[in-house]
């Protein structure tokens, strides 16, 4: 659900265009204002704060374009400018984005897709420092998908308790983020501490030190005691990335650690009690590995008390250009320079393509380009080294048609899921009939048809 905080600027002459669209934006839980001309808009585009402006390039008095051309040699700071437009002024559509407009739409244009939109624009302009998580009314923010809202949702509710959470998805899907999103809401006065270790980076001779620390003169080269992660860790959260790379023989000592809250250094008789929230990771399945006999048994049930899994970014689509900004906002902010734009080819190309590095695949990408590309406006050859996305060509349809039929497939699977099967909802989300979704549905092979 978008906050009613969320006002979307509307500027559109054309009456059925235009009533459509506010039905549209107050079954979404958007706030709006609806102007007919461009000038009547001027005014409060000066006083009032939007979260974004859907502006006709066409209007009755002047042109979208000499609007927002208007505003920025005025110099103001604008909320992201979306614009509408016949083919006949994809020209000039494509000059505004030279300007700095976050985007434009041909008519006809899927509503669904404009809403989808209208949302990553608003979740992107929420007051947050972070790059993967933001706070929102209800909580953190990790993502506008239906899946990350409900990871999201749970966080506020696991953090009043201190039962183990296991957090489990491929690597770079964001487990940490969602680890420290969960220490953020358990510890909102700040300053706890939040101890990160990862389990398979650090070699079986030095994990027990690492986790547990040692006492003065324990073995040759401790010539001072020193404090563990469990320690360090102590009136915080603990996070053990990668647990199930633990060693069989350490996890014996973990699974006492976690029962009794105490731990005992290296060299040491002390039983010193800790107070911490403790979550772990992993890219494993542990159920399996318990059945090979690769994982402790008991200890798994004292690491899954709560399980939160955390899906591949290829299966959460709607997550790509809202990361996508937010990691152009956050490189913005390093270097002190303008905030990069992608061009409507690069967005597109990103969506495609499968991540199968998730997250870190991602701001990997934009990282890159940003740093090699000087330019405001990011292109798919900037992102992918010169070509298109790697599996836009190889393994894709060999059709136009199929193609579009992949796409199409997808697209309403992934609203599909969203709205839990809900046929009258989905239909609402993606701006057709009923029947006409359930003969795509038929059509594509989408399971729930009958």
């Not at 402006?53 to 005025?74: H, K, M, R, Y």
């Not at 979740?123 to 506008?144: H, T, W």
């Not at 409507?344 to 997250?359: D, E, H, T």
Request: proline fraction near 5%.
């Amino acid at each position: 659900m978008t906050p009613a905080k969320h006002r979307i600027c509307l500027i559109e002459d054309d009456e059925i265009l235009g009533e459509a669209l506010v039905d549209r934006f107050e079954l979404e839980g958007f706030e709006h204002d609806w102007f007919r001309r461009g000038k009547d808009a001027l005014l409060p585009l000066s006083h009032k704060r939007y979260s974004v402006v859907l502006s006709d390039i066409n209007l009755p008095d002047i042109t979208g374009q000499a609007l927002f051309e208007g505003l920025v040699a005025e110099g103001r700071k604008l909320p992201p400018f979306v614009f509408i437009t016949g083919y006949g002024a994809v020209d000039a559509a494509v000059s505004l984005l030279k300007l700095g407009a976050e985007d434009y739409l041909t008519k006809p244009f899927d509503v669904g897709k404009l809403m989808e939109k209208l949302h990553m624009l608003c979740a992107r302009a929420l007051p947050d420092e972070s790059v993967a998580s933001a706070a929102g009314a209800d909580g953190p923010l990790l993502g506008i998908s239906a899946a990350m809202r409900q990871v999201a949702e749970s966080l506020p509710r696991l953090a009043v308790n201190s039962s183990t959470v296991l957090i489990s998805g491929e690597s770079g899907v964001g487990k940490e983020v969602v680890a420290h999103a969960l220490h953020q809401a358990r510890y909102q006065d700040g300053g706890r501490p939040f101890i990160a270790v990862n389990c398979g980076a650090i070699t079986e001779t030095l994990i027990e030190s690492e986790l547990f620390g040692y006492e003065k003169g324990a073995f040759t080269g401790a010539a001072r005691e020193r404090r563990g992660v469990f320690e360090q860790a102590d009136g915080g959260t603990l996070f053990l990335d990668e647990i199930g790379e633990m060693p069989l023989s350490m996890q014996v000592r973990l699974l006492r650690a976690i029962q009794e809250r105490a731990i005992v250094r290296v060299g040491g008789e002390r039983l010193i009690p800790v107070n911490l929230k403790l979550v772990c990771a992993t890219n494993q399945d542990l159920r399996a590995m318990v059945e090979r006999g690769e994982f402790r048994e008991d200890l798994y049930y004292r690491v899954n008390v709560i399980h939160i899994p955390i899906p591949p970014l290829r299966e959460r689509k709607e997550d790509i250009l809202w990361l996508a900004m937010r990691f152009l906002e956050a490189f913005s902010r390093q270097d002190g320079g303008s905030l990069r734009q992608l061009d409507p080819a690069a967005r597109q190309a990103l969506a495609a393509y499968p991540w199968p590095g998730n997250v870190r695949e991602l701001k990997h990408c934009l990282e890159r380009a940003t740093v090699l590309y000087s330019a405001p406006l990011l292109t798919e050859p900037m992102l992918f080294d010169g070509g298109r996305a790697p599996d836009a060509v190889a393994g894709g349809p060999e059709t136009l048609s199929d193609y579009l039929r992949a796409c199409e497939k997808v697209y309403i699977a992934s609203a599909l899921d969203q709205h839990d099967k809900r046929i009258v909802d989905t239909a609402a989300a993606l701006g057709i009939s009923r029947k006409n979704l359930w003969e795509k549905m038929r059509k594509l092979g989408l399971s729930g048809a009958e």
